[in-house]
C-alpha cells in the first residue's frame, strides 16, 4: 500500500470526521483496532498519547488501548510494548498515538499516517517502529531544545487535541463494531 498522510487543524469543526474517514481508509480490510498511546505524564507536551488512552478507556470503547495517564508507555516501554502486542494481538491493527514537534505553523495539526511511527524524535531518541497507523498531533515547533518546548507546550492545546483525536476514534470504533456486528447477525445490506 502506497502511503498516505491525512492532515487535518484542531482548530476545525469537522477533524473529528477527517480522523474517522482517514482511518477507514487506512484500514480498508476493517480489522479490530488496538492502540497503543505513547507518552509521558510528567511532560505537558509528552502527555498527549497517554490523555487519549485514558479518554478512550472512560468511554469504554470496545478495543484495547494501551497507555494512559495513570499507566503509561513512555520510551522505555515502547520496545517492550511493541513485542507484547505483536503477540497478544496478531490479528489486529495496530494504530500508534503520539505527540510531534513540527514546523511553527504546523502547531495544531493532527496527522494520521498508513504507517507506523518512531517516538521520541522531538527529544532525539532512535527507538523502533511502533504501530501499522499513527496519529501525531504537532503540539509544539522545532527548536535546537525540543523538550523545552515539550514543557512550555499549552495544556489546553493537548486536551483539546486529545479530545478531539478520542471523538474521531470513537465514531471510527462504533462505525466497525456495528458493521461487524451486522455481518455476524445477517444483516448487513439488508
Do not use: W
Not at 54 to 64: A, C, D, G, H, M
Not at 70 to 87: C, D, G, M, S, W
Amino acid at each position: 500500500m502506497q502511503n498516505k498522510e491525512y492532515s487535518f487543524s484542531l482548530f476545525s469543526e469537522h477533524t473529528a470526521n477527517g480522523i474517522f474517514t482517514s482511518l477507514l481508509e487506512c484500514n480498508p480490510k476493517k480489522l479490530r483496532p488496538i492502540f497503543i498511546c505513547i507518552g509521558s505524564d510528567l511532560v505537558m507536551g509528552d502527555s498527549l498519547g497517554p490523555l487519549v488512552g485514558t479518554l478512550l478507556k472512560q468511554r469504554n470503547i470496545r478495543s484495547y488501548v494501551y497507555g494512559t495517564l495513570n499507566f503509561p508507555i513512555t520510551a522505555k516501554e515502547v520496545e517492550y510494548a511493541r513485542t507484547y502486542l505483536k503477540q497478544m494481538h496478531p490479528n489486529s491493527i495496530s494504530i500508534a498515538i503520539d505527540a510531534a514537534v513540527g514546523e511553527s505553523d504546523d502547531v495544531g495539526l493532527i496527522r494520521i499516517l498508513n504507517k507506523g511511527l518512531k517516538p521520541g524524535l522531538g527529544v532525539d531518541k532512535n527507538l523502533g517502529i511502533v504501530g501499522d497507523l499513527s496519529i501525531i498531533g504537532v503540539v509544539a515547533g522545532k527548536s535546537v531544545k525540543n523538550y523545552d518546548l515539550f514543557n512550555l507546550t499549552r495544556l489546553n492545546l493537548v486536551y483539546k487535541m486529545a479530545e478531539t483525536i478520542a471523538n474521531g476514534i470513537e465514531k471510527y470504533i462504533h462505525f466497525i463494531t456495528d458493521e461487524q456486528n451486522q455481518i455476524t447477525n445477517g444483516t448487513f445490506g439488508a
